[in-house]
């Protein structure tokens, strides 16, 4: 392919070309275009040289296009629609028949809020659709991976983002205490003495600087928990609070589908916690591709109902 010979080529010349035949005139077409005749009259003078042919000729009846033009009329309606379909008309996307597989990181907590809700819709309007869903690394390698492809989606907690990313919020997170009532005969909301009288475990991950947050607010007041076990398999947590008199801090939407499903208690704390922010994030690659738009606004439209 001769990009020389192609930088010749202006599609606003095909498009004047096509307001030519089907005017045949210079003063409709410039009309039909929402132009001055001298800007049609200057195209049409570069068709010519362009193509090397008069291609309209002027008559009583208006302008008579060559044979040349004749010839070159449906190729150039064919040339002008496809880049009108190819251009301007949104992607064409049916979730039914998206065999893609997705890969999104996400932090266990957001795991445990999201899918639950997610994955029976895409069951429904995505049934071809596989979904890896990976560990979180570090920020760093979250990044990097968005970048060379080998995540689509991450979400989770945020750091600081480069100019190529893109992010959406999907909830405000807080905190929630939870623990068994087979363990701990204790009425709810917890008060600050109870809170701080009972043995605490706390899920080690990398939002553990989450979990400091609750640290924090105890030191202000001039309190501490006593957390006696640290483990980084979260789901082992509500089999802890079940075997013993435990008393776990863990983020609000899983703490109440765990709750919900091991029949355990929550309470709001009883110290002030700042909360927190949990997004999505994706590569400007994939911003308007129509898959993962369709994907991402399904994942919202969930955490609207978390």
Request: proline share 7%; glycine share 4%.
């Amino acid at each position: 392919m001769n990009h020389l010979d192609l930088r010749r080529i202006d599609l606003n010349l095909l498009v004047t070309f096509d307001a030519l035949m089907a005017e045949r005139s210079v003063t409709r077409a410039a009309e039909r275009l929402g132009l001055g005749q001298p800007a049609v009259s200057h195209a049409l003078g570069r068709l010519r040289e362009l193509i090397g042919d008069s291609l309209f000729v002027s008559a009583k009846s208006g302008l008579v296009p060559t044979r040349r033009a004749l010839g070159l009329a449906t190729w150039v309606r064919s040339v002008l629609e496809q880049a009108r379909r190819a251009l301007l008309e949104p992607a064409s996307f049916k979730p039914a028949e998206w065999t893609e597989t997705v890969r999104i990181a996400m932090t266990p907590t957001v795991d445990m809020a999201l899918m639950p809700g997610l994955l029976p819709q895409l069951a429904v309007r995505a049934p071809k659709l596989k979904v890896e869903v990976y560990a979180v690394p570090e920020w760093r390698d979250i990044l990097d991976r968005l970048d060379d492809g080998a995540l689509d989606l991450y979400i989770g907690v945020i750091g600081e983002l480069k100019p190529h990313h893109r992010q959406s919020t999907l909830w405000e997170e807080s905190f929630l205490a939870a623990f068994s009532p087979k363990q701990l005969n204790l009425r709810t909301p917890l008060s600050l003495a109870d809170y701080v009288a009972h043995p605490h475990v706390m899920a080690t991950t990398r939002e553990e600087t989450m979990e400091a947050r609750v640290d924090r607010g105890l030191a202000r007041i001039r309190q501490q928990r006593q957390i006696v076990l640290s483990t980084p398999h979260f789901l082992v947590i509500p089999h802890l609070l079940l075997e013993a008199p435990l008393i776990a801090t863990l983020h609000s939407r899983p703490a109440r589908w765990l709750a919900a499903s091991f029949k355990l208690k929550t309470s709001p704390l009883p110290i002030r916690v700042e909360s927190f922010m949990e997004a999505m994030i994706w590569h400007e690659i994939v911003d308007r591709d129509p898959a993962q738009l369709w994907l991402r606004e399904t994942i919202l439209g969930i955490a609207g109902r978390r």
